[in-house]
């Protein structure tokens, strides 16, 4: 089973800047994919920003421009730098991690707490 843990939400102004760190953990043998999802009051969860084992990203056409995700392979850690942040990025912030067993080499995945981001002045 894969344990993620998410930080750095908080407060911050419109125009302002956040990181996001988000670390998997438990009998990980390899990570395939690992991303950001959000959800905002009254809405569903949508998907923000993905990288794949290979470098790859997807990106909401919300945040293109804006935000950047980056990964750390070493220490199964993604990052979601935002930046030019909006009041209708309000949202609790998971992050979402695709990995492959070192237990028989089983696929499993496993979502965060979540973490509260929110934009207002």
């Known amino acids: 089973q894969v344990q993620v843990v998410e930080s750095g939400g908080g407060l911050v102004q419109p125009g302002g800047s956040l990181r996001l760190s988000c670390a998997a953990s438990?009998?990980?043998?390899?990570?395939?994919?690992m991303g950001w999802y959000r959800q905002a009051p009254g809405k569903q969860r949508e998907m923000v920003a993905t990288?794949?084992?290979?470098?790859?990203?997807n990106y909401a056409d919300s945040v293109k421009g804006r935000f950047t995700i980056s990964r750390d392979n070493a220490k199964n850690t993604v990052y979601l730098q935002m930046s030019s942040l909006k009041p209708e990025d309000t949202a609790v912030y998971y992050c979402n991690v695709d990995a492959v067993s070192s237990v028989g080499l089983r696929n499993m995945g496993g979502w965060g707490k979540g973490t509260l981001v929110t934009v207002s002045s």
């Open positions: 990288v794949r084992s290979g470098g790859s990203t």
């Open positions: 438990g009998n990980i043998f390899s990570v395939n994919a």
